[in-house]
């Protein structure tokens, strides 16, 4: 019996030390593979982000946006303070972006400084010689009789 009884003590300790050490190498095998795909994850990038059909009105209301406020503020700023005298009073500025046009309603005294005004934005380097007069009148109820107008200014490329 006492050698029966240790043969299946011995079977009984290698069945575990078998059993433990199985277990330790799927616990290794398992920590490997997580390690893996963390690298095959940080070398491929982020994934790509679904793509969304957007609906043509969108789209086009989108991009509109994006132009009027990619308007070149800056520069008309500096071409118009550079340009209007003290004589002219700018009512209005109108940008159309896809146009590249700005509408300008403004008021002086008189005919001659209105040409003079026009003049000087066409020496502006941002309107060129794309500037025009659209429409004029006097204000005949004003005791001071201003008379008002509007232009157009095109910039950028004719």
Not at 2 to 23: E, H, P
Not at 124 to 132: K, P
Not at 141 to 147: A, E, R, S, T, Y
Request: aromatic share 4%.
């Amino acid at each position: 019996w006492g050698v029966g009884a240790l043969g299946v003590m011995l079977t009984v300790t290698a069945a575990w030390s078998g059993s433990a050490a199985l277990q330790r190498q799927q616990l290794r095998e398992g920590q490997l593979q997580r390690a893996q795909q963390r690298v095959l994850a940080a070398t491929q990038g982020p994934a790509p982000a679904p793509q969304t059909p957007i609906a043509p009105a969108q789209a086009a209301a989108v991009n509109a946006a994006i132009l009027q406020l990619n308007l070149p503020w800056r520069d008309v700023q500096d071409a118009l303070a550079s340009a209007t005298p003290p004589g002219i009073a700018l009512l209005a500025l109108e940008p159309d972006a896809r146009k590249r046009v700005l509408k300008i309603t403004a008021e002086t005294t008189g005919s001659d400084s209105m040409v003079a005004y026009i003049a000087q934005l066409k020496q502006q380097e941002l309107f060129g010689t794309r500037v025009q007069l659209l429409r004029h009148e006097i204000n005949a109820l004003d005791p001071n009789k201003p008379l008002r107008f509007q232009l157009e200014a095109h910039w950028g490329a004719p």
